[in-house]
């Protein structure tokens, strides 16, 4: 099997405006909300989503920082060399606020669960929601899904889904990688 080119070039750009525009929708001036990238993927997403939004709402603060989820994970004892993890930079405050917590892909759904718990230690949001850019469909682990969705996809488990950013990987790809060995 080929890999395939799931979306690129202009339409990734429409589709993060796409987004925005929804965001804005829900979230009117963001004077109570914020954003939160998920390490190590999920803060190149946020942080084009923020940049759009500063384009599109140059009157708003719009917050964003950087959530790490290394020792969170369910699995992180079971890793045989010792882990080292990414930065978290949350320089805002979340208490009361409604926290829209954005990755890259959504598979099983348990990065998600463990940003759930690395949160907590920021304070208590009055709402999460959860935007990905991609939603691999009918592959959770545990019952989590997407308020805002990039596309969807269908996939096996031997594929991964690969996201480039323009600014770290020098072009915005989603591209379906086919048989993945673990
Ligand atoms: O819904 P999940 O099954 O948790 O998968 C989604 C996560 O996997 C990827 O990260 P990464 O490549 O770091 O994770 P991986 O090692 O699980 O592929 C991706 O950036 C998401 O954060
Ligand atoms: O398809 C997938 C699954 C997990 N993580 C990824 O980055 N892609």
Sequence with gaps: MQNLTLLDGQ????????????????????????????????????????????????DSNIQQGDLDITFYRDDFRRQGSPLVPNQTKIDFIIEGKKVIMMDDVLWTGRTIRAAMDAMQAFGRPEKVELLALVDRRYSRHIPVSADYVGIEVD??????????WKETDGEDRIVLVSEVKE
Excluded at 155 to 164: D, E, L
């Design 11 to 58: 339409k990734f750009q429409i589709t993060i405006q796409r987004l925005c525009r929804q965001l804005i929708e829900n979230h009117n001036d963001f004077s109570g909300s914020v954003l939160i990238g998920i390490q190590p993927r999920g803060i190149y997403l946020a942080k084009r989503v923020a940049d759009e939004l500063r384009k599109i709402l140059p």
């Design 155 to 164: 996939s096996i488990a031997s594929q991964k889904v690969v996201v480039s």
